[in-house]
């Protein structure tokens, strides 16, 4: 069955554009994650999306980040006057309901900023 | 955030057992994974233990649990080229947020 989408692929922005970047979760998964993995470091969580709540924003670095969910589905992650340590690859993960259910991921955005 | 640590790297020879080593701050866990991810593409979950668990066992997986110590360790027998991989482990905390490990490159040398 289709997977989690993510797109686009890769991404080379200038510093200070705008970048969005979008997931497409596993068809019926209430739960959507953003996590960003930067070189040589690990995995980093970002937001967390689950039904209609409130989405827990804790691991959001900066107020230049931000993320929506229309419709209890597609997410776009929004980075606003992009820096270049925000180069990284950004990954979305779907899951059927709390974090302990399997968390299924997208092969992730590779964000370039120059 | 709570701090999930591993080794960067390891290096076996095609056929040994792998041993890639992972430990954890937190003593509420109660979920622990194992994620590998091959270049090019996305995580992918291998196996996870409850915490209530000290091994489990899965073909040439053998996941171990050092709940006291708070140490994880992922075992692959008869390692192949197709292993080569980044694995991560990480853990639940209490409350619900999943944190990762920085990851260990895994490279297995013909």
């Known amino acids: 069955g289709a997977g989690v989408s993510q797109s686009p692929s890769n991404k080379v922005t200038e510093k200070g554009k705008d970048v969005e970047l979008r997931c497409d979760p596993i068809?019926?998964?209430?739960?959507l994650y953003w996590y960003r993995q930067s070189l040589g470091q690990g995995l980093e969580f970002l937001i967390y999306?689950?039904?209609?709540?409130?989405?827990?924003k804790s691991g959001l670095p900066s107020d230049r980040f931000s993320a929506e969910r229309t419709g209890g589905s597609v997410s776009t992650l929004t980075i606003q006057r992009t820096q270049q340590e925000d180069s990284a690859v950004y990954l979305c993960?779907?899951?059927?309901?709390?974090?302990?259910?399997?968390?299924?991921f997208g092969p992730g955005t590779r964000l370039l900023v120059l | 955030g709570e701090d999930v640590e591993q080794s960067l790297f390891l290096s076996v020879r095609e056929g040994d057992s792998s041993v890639i080593n992972c430990t954890y701050t937190?003593?509420?866990?109660?979920?622990l994974y194992w994620y590998k991810q091959e270049p090019g593409a996305g995580l992918q979950l291998l196996t996870y233990?409850?915490?209530?668990?000290d091994m489990k066992q899965d073909q040439r997986l053998t996941v171990l649990l050092n709940k006291k110590d708070k140490h994880l360790s992922l075992r692959i027998a008869d390692t192949q080229t197709g292993d080569s991989a980044i694995y991560f482990c990480?853990?639940?905390?209490?409350?619900?947020?999943?944190?990762f490990g920085t990851g260990t490159r895994l490279t297995v040398i013909p």
């Open positions: 993960a779907s899951s059927s309901g709390s974090p302990r259910e399997t968390q299924y």
């Open positions: 068809s019926g998964h209430t739960a």
């Open positions: 999306f689950q039904g209609n709540s409130a989405p827990d």
């Open positions: 937190d003593s509420s866990s109660t979920y």
């Open positions: 233990i409850f915490s209530n668990m």
């Open positions: 990480a853990e639940v905390d209490g409350a619900n947020n999943l944190f």
